[in-house]
């Protein structure tokens, strides 16, 4: 697991300012959202946080959590639980090398 990094938060914040270039799918899990975004986008530390056909995965921590309150909130919004309390973020990255896409999934417990 790599540590946490500003690498997420400017994902995620570059997917909150431009979501005509996202593909979202919130159908999988009540408390969960997916990001597809184009690879084409130029994103930090790609070979940490979007690896080939591999799964990088990290729980962030509280601090994070704190920090970035109304940025996470906004993706919450998007899951399908009603309650706005999460505690837990874990967030799952790839490089989805045949479909040319890097996907984001927020998990909030």
Do not use: C
Not at 31 to 46: F, W
Request: glycine share 2%; hydrophobic share 35%; no cysteine.
């Amino acid at each position: 697991m790599a540590s946490n990094s500003d690498t997420i938060f400017h994902v995620l914040n570059y997917i909150k300012n431009h979501p005509q270039q996202v593909i979202i799918d919130n159908d999988q899990y009540k408390n969960a959202v997916s990001l597809y975004l184009d690879d084409t986008v130029k994103v930090g530390n790609p070979e940490i946080y979007f690896p080939n056909q591999d799964l990088a995965i990290n729980r962030m921590t509280e601090d994070f959590i704190a920090k970035n309150g109304d940025l996470l909130d906004y993706f919450h919004g998007q899951t399908k639980v009603s309650d706005e309390n999460y505690h837990d973020l874990w967030v799952t990255s790839s490089h989805l090398v045949k479909q040319r896409r890097y996907l984001v999934d927020l998990s909030f417990e």
